[in-house]
């Protein structure tokens, strides 16, 4: 018997005269059901019998069900030959002793896939090392960057599976941030902070930047149900050029205004911004006020907030 795993989402190669497609075969996960193919002119006109059934000499299925949503399922077929014995008690009975087995493992797979392409989405998008925190400090998600920067022991380290800084002072105040940013309805407003992470003498801090995550935007990006927090993991002295030119030109800032928001971002205040791009402190400050103006935030924290949310995976221009 061969095996066939069908898609969430059916190809649309298979027409709707495919048995699979109607509404009686999006079994539930972890059922069994027999089904022979019909054998009417309009089935056999169809592309899903000329191009599947007929070549391989299929006559009836047994199916086992893996996943359903509203729109879709998928299933696991073990088709049959006319030929072939068909499933014998002993036989169905060990697939509906297999069958929540099945279903397990398919579930387990959907995450691991959806964790993978989370994974490697915040790896190309991001460009920083980020942490998801549970209220508790709980690390729920860490990409590549982040796991490098606690096995380096970068400032950050794992204790009792939550995430901790280098001095209790700091881990007090990350636990704080994230607690809360966590809380839920409060993912929104004026909530977030930096810490610095020390990495030894002649070497300037890490920033961590700590942001609420609103339970829509956890759920969509990191599929969890609850409010989180995040983490974004900045080294200034590495430079942010590529992230910085992205927000520029998504809310249309000027040069001069990219390079004040890259100072922001940066960790610097006005007055240090303004003695580095030698222009004056009020000048600093109009940059930085179109700056919010265009980008629709009112204070620095909700800037820097709204530059690291426009990161994350799927979040829309302007958003």
């Known amino acids: 018997m061969l095996i066939l795993s069908l898609p969430m989402r ?14 009686a075969w999006s079994i539930a996960p972890g059922e069994v059901r027999a089904c022979s193919y019909t054998q009417t002119d309009s089935f056999r006109a169809s592309a899903y019998y000329d191009e599947f059934v007929r070549p391989q000499g299929w006559a009836g299925l047994v199916a086992t069900g893996l996943a359903r949503t509203p729109d879709s399922f998928a299933l696991l077929a073990l088709t049959r030959a006319p030929d072939a014995v068909w499933v014998e008690p002993a036989e169905w009975r060990l697939l509906e002793t297999l069958a929540p087995h099945l279903q397990r493992a398919a579930a387990v797979h959907c995450l691991l896939a959806r964790t993978r392409a989370t994974a490697n989405s915040l790896a190309a998008a991001a460009g920083f090392a980020v942490f998801v925190l549970t209220g508790n400090c709980r690390v729920l998600f860490a990409n590549p960057k982040a796991e490098d920067l606690v096995r380096r022991q970068m400032g950050f380290r794992y ?22 940013g966590s809380w839920p309805g409060r993912a929104t407003g004026d909530i977030g902070g930096t810490i610095e992470l020390s990495r030894g003498e002649n070497c300037p801090p890490l920033l961590a930047q700590v942001i609420p995550l609103a339970a829509s935007r956890a759920a969509a990006v990191f599929d969890i ?17 590529a992230q910085i030119e992205r927000f520029a030109a998504r809310f249309g800032l000027t040069i001069a205004e990219t390079r004040v928001l890259a100072e922001i971002i940066g960790g610097n205040g006005l007055r240090a911004a303004a003695t580095k791009l030698k222009i004056t402190e009020a000048t600093a400050r109009s940059h930085a006020n179109h700056i919010l103006a265009k980008t629709g935030t009112t204070r620095q924290t909700a800037l820097i907030r709204r530059f690291f949310e426009a990161a994350l995976p799927g979040v829309a221009a302007g958003a």
């Open 159 to 180: 204790e009792h599976g939550q995430l901790a800084a280098a001095t209790p002072a700091l881990t007090h105040r990350l636990h704080a941030l994230a607690r809360a």
């Open 10 to 23: 059916t190809p649309k190669l298979i027409t709707k005269t495919t048995p699979l497609r109607t509404p």
């Open 225 to 241: 149900d609850r409010p989180a927090a995040a983490v974004f993991v900045v080294d200034p002295a590495a430079g942010l050029g």
